[in-house]
């Protein structure tokens, strides 16, 4: 693992050494929240909690302090702080995989308030992007119902990690499998690609080409078929070398197509190998799909088996950035807990204050969920039966509604830095199993229904309290 | 350096060995350009090339090889190839920097065909990216004119690389600063930043806060000033402090405004600060800001000194793809250099084939470039005082111009595996150079002009052969 210490905003140095110096002993507690959820989607899946594990306890190394030094923006006793201090942060955070909704805490750090500063920026940019692909992938899925994903993106992704962790969070989003031989090693999921063009053109022709690839994977052979043409050579061709195959006794496992008109290809392309004795041929297509294009597809009947799935997913095009922020909920100083509020000009903005608890709600006795709510971390709300509470949007008309039998389930549960890493496909049924708790109007693709996010009645009042007294 | 060996799609592990059994002594070259700018401008800046030649040579591990072994796909053969195949690849590159336009070459890779064809993805994502995003910061640092930006977007990067090599990638493109303390120490560009409103949040009140900031950062005091209210709290306080500051023999650096109505508080905050006495204080705003939103606030003439520029940068979340592709061009096989070509379904994905030069064109005896032309290798262009060419883009009307009186220079140069890193904003200011010698009309953010991309005769007939062959 490489060292991501230094994956830090200026900014978080130059406040931890004014902490550092006027509140040594003040602790914070930091909430991880969005507000807006990508694509008009109502919720997203979190993940990447397993990298900032396995980059937590964050530490300097001395060429970093040196690095500090040069800088000349703070005092050799700052600097002997970065180089010694005992890592003293607990981390609560909502499982990977969970469907988690606007305002709610994904994660929360408790620590020396110079400590957590510190981790705002390491946090974010793992927790942002790996949740912006989950999401992306789950949104994929569902369109293409029981369809597998391959994740084909590492090439358009951003940089290295974009390609690594985002094929991993594809997975636990719901791929099937990635093409990216690093991200398979590293998080043992399942690999999966045919060929490219080029394998096509090295050779003196596209029959050629296919016979060799033939030989070398006989019980894997899916032929890329539009090097050329895709109906009057690469099925024809395809079909001659599946023929060949069969009678050597094997079978084919398919065609993938790239590009042209998918609807009508794939349509002809499954008539011509039903026709020649290969119904079970499968047909993979993967030209710039996403959700919207593969919901279309298959709307319109396309005979498609698997999809490879590129630059749409590896960086959520259409909704590339998941604003994910960190911010101040409460200090505690000489024992005392103060909860802490920004309040900004737009009332969209105002944070939830106070050290604080997230519940999914669930009709008593069943495994239907029908909303969360937001309470503080002290209130019993499992115990009760009965709950006051208001809408957490601050955009709704605030009203106080009375929610009665539920059951209640808390969501953020302490990190333990020595966790083991599960497999992703282990989170992906985590994730399903989340999925079918909710209402399927909050899962639709488009235009969903508004899940719930209650806070309680103490945490509005709270919140409430604390704006006007700023 | 991590080891990037294994960011490689599955397929070219199998086409390596198919290619390793069937032709071990034919040689490949590999093209990598692009057919589209995003945001529909007319300019690639080309970046990336340094973080491939720290990435080359390539080579596995034994751990790699016991993967590979465990996925059950290729014989000990092959294995015994990827584990001790000597690095034979010669890359030719256009410099980092460099505006580049659709189809050109921006990185060839000639060498045996298994081994080039392994290095497509790791080429193409780190390619693709950092020329991404260089792209985008040259097309923020346009809309700003002479006023600075600071890359502000490590949060909501699409991981770690894409917060890293993205700031790298953003300085290359123009910015003059980055908050990402990583990319400051790896690539020795200057950090900068200043307070989040965590930082205001944890003292008793704004002044309190503002008060501290300034007692450890006197001559680096910029103040952060809507965590409750810009025009009745923020400013008033942030003045408060800098007349103190002045009064201890110290000049304020300004104030960050981060949400609101940047047109009108940015217009109200001057006035107050210059009625105070701080006409010099900077204004830096930081709310979501790209290319549109910078020229609308600089057309409404809003007085803003700074731009602190996030999420929409380090994504180039208007268009978060660039689409470079890596195709085959020509074979060498017994001494003999075979060209080859794509062709597929659509006239807009053919590809131009041969081992190819791109110069760019200057009209004689100055810097004014006015086109682009692509040749064959061996054509010797530098020489010529006429040309005859054809537009590449497939979608012009074919059609022969003569070109004369023109200067011709090389683009494509070959890299050197030793070369060392040099500093972003030495590329940055070679990328100015190259810039001032382009049209303007080409430059404009939108609807820029096109700028000619030609093809040699000889080069446009021989694309037309091998299409007729095929």
Redesign the interface.
């Known amino acids: 693992m490489?060292n991501?210490s230094?994956?830090?905003?200026?900014?978080?140095?130059?406040?931890a050494?004014?902490?550092q110096?006027?509140?040594p002993d003040?602790r914070?507690t930091?909430d991880i929240f969005f507000r807006k959820v990508p694509d008009q989607g109502s919720f997203v899946i979190a993940a990447g909690l397993q990298q900032i594990i396995d980059a937590l306890p964050f530490s300097f190394t001395s060429a970093?302090i040196d690095?500090f030094r040069g800088?000349h923006?703070w005092d050799e006793d700052f600097l002997n702080f970065l180089a010694h201090f005992k890592f003293d942060c607990h981390l609560r955070a909502i499982p990977e995989g969970t469907p988690v909704f606007p305002r709610e805490s994904l994660l929360t750090v408790e620590g020396p308030?110079a400590q957590a500063?510190l981790l705002?920026?390491l946090l974010?940019?793992?927790l942002?992007?790996?949740s912006?692909?989950a999401t992306k992938a789950r949104r994929i899925t569902f369109a293409a119902g029981n369809r597998p994903i391959m994740e084909?993106g590492?090439?358009?992704?951003?940089?290295?990690?974009?390609?690594?962790?985002?094929a991993r969070a594809a997975v636990i989003g719901g791929a099937a499998s990635t093409?990216?031989?690093?991200a398979?090693?590293l998080f043992a999921i399942p690999?999966?690609?045919?060929?490219?063009?080029?394998?096509i053109?090295?050779?003196p022709d596209e029959l050629t080409a296919f016979r060799?690839?033939a030989k070398?994977?006989p019980d894997?052979s899916a032929l890329l078929v539009?090097?050329?043409?895709?109906l009057t050579s690469g099925i024809p061709n395809a079909i001659t070398v599946f023929k060949e195959l069969r009678a050597s006794g094997h079978e084919p496992v398919g065609i993938r197509i790239d590009?042209?008109d998918i609807t009508s290809l794939s349509r002809q392309a499954r008539q011509m190998l039903d026709e020649a004795g290969f119904p079970k041929a499968k047909i993979t297509i993967s030209n710039a799909l996403d959700e919207n294009i593969i919901e279309s597809l298959l709307h319109q009947g396309a005979p498609i088996d698997n999809f490879g799935v590129g630059?749409?997913l590896i960086?959520?095009?259409s909704s590339?950035?998941?604003?994910?922020v960190?911010?101040?909920a409460a200090?505690e100083q000489n024992g005392q807990l103060i909860p802490?509020?920004?309040?900004?000009?737009?009332r969209e903005?105002v944070t939830i204050p106070g050290k604080k608890q997230v519940y999914r709600l669930y009709h008593q006795g069943s495994h239907e969920a029908f909303a969360d709510v937001i309470a503080l971390a002290d209130e019993p709300i499992a115990e009760q039966h009965e709950l006051n509470v208001f809408d957490s949007n601050p955009l709704s008309v605030s009203k106080i509604q009375k929610l009665t039998q539920f059951d209640a389930k808390p969501l953020l549960k302490p990190v333990d830095l020595k966790q083991k890493a599960v497999s992703p496909l282990t989170i992906q049924d985590f994730s399903k199993q989340c999925l079918a708790e909710l209402p399927n109007e909050t899962k639709r693709l488009t235009n969903p229904d508004t899940y719930h996010v209650y806070m309680t009645t103490k945490l509005a009042n709270l919140q409430n309290e604390l704006i006007d007294e700023?």
Do not use: C
């Open positions: 490489r991501l230094l994956l830090t905003d200026l900014y978080e140095f130059s406040m050494n004014g902490f110096k006027d509140m003040t914070a930091f970093d690095y800088l923006l308030i500063q705002e920026t974010l940019t793992i942002n992007h790996q912006l692909i084909f590492a090439r358009r992704a951003q940089g290295a990690d974009s390609a690594i962790y985002g093409s990216n031989v690093l398979g090693k690999v999966a690609g045919t060929m490219a063009h080029s394998w053109e090295a050779y060799q690839w070398y994977y894997n539009d090097t050329y043409d895709v590009s042209g630059e749409k960086t959520s095009a590339p950035v998941l604003s994910g960190y911010k101040l200090i802490k509020i920004k309040i900004s000009d737009s903005k700023n």
